[in-house]
């Protein structure tokens, strides 16, 4: 079990009770139907700058990062197809389930044990890395930025995720999102070629 406390006192600070419409609205972000109309945006953006072989690109290249993101982070909480892969890596409640923490705010129980890397995070920004390379404008970069604070805040918000394990997802999601922007270029040069 891994017993780090550094991040609790933040954790406390950015976790409360903002009342029922704040954590509707959290819970909102947190989840997916919320953000398809982002997705389709930056579809059309590809669609714009690069046609129909920048978008069934983009799709390879979101479904590696993503998936790679997603994946490897199961691995250090031990959940998903790969949760035996390193079973003696340290693992870490998440704080709703942390008893230390006495005055945490909690939405839903309705999660997994073990928050040591968040999925979502590592997600999100792999998403964010990959598209703002690929779109290349500064406003699409910015607005990528405040999603994936806004998503990485609400897991704090919801007692998912401790600040510690919002910033080794982000780090995931900047490698992850680099990896599919490779498979990107990479899909791209053979059409190019083809």
């Not at 700058?49 to 290249?61: C, D, E, H, K, T």
């Not at 394990?165 to 990479?186: E, H, K, N, Q, Y």
Request: glycine residues 8%; positive net charge.
């Amino acid at each position: 079990m891994n017993n780090v406390t550094w991040d609790w006192e933040l954790f406390a600070f950015l976790n409360f009770d903002g009342g029922r419409v704040l954590d509707a609205t959290m819970s909102t972000i947190s989840g997916i139907k919320m953000w398809l109309p982002l997705y389709a945006l930056i579809i059309y953006m590809v669609w714009r700058r690069y046609s129909w072989r920048g978008v069934i690109a983009l799709i390879v290249a979101m479904g590696i990062a993503i998936g790679m993101a997603d994946i490897v982070a199961g691995i250090f909480k031990h959940s998903g197809p790969l949760k035996h892969l390193c079973p003696e890596f340290p693992v870490r409640l998440r704080p709703m389930f942390t008893q230390e923490l006495l005055d945490t705010h909690i939405v839903s129980t309705d999660h997994g044990s073990f928050g040591t890397v968040s999925a979502h995070a590592a997600t999100i920004v792999s998403l964010a890395v990959l598209s703002s390379i690929i779109i290349h404008r500064r406003w699409f970069t910015w607005t990528m930025v405040g999603v994936a604070t806004l998503i990485c805040y609400s897991r704090i918000y919801l007692a998912c995720h401790f600040p510690q394990d919002i910033l080794i997802g982000t780090a995931l999601g900047i490698v992850s999102g680099l990896v599919g922007l490779m498979a990107f270029r990479l899909v791209m040069r053979q059409k190019r070629t083809a």
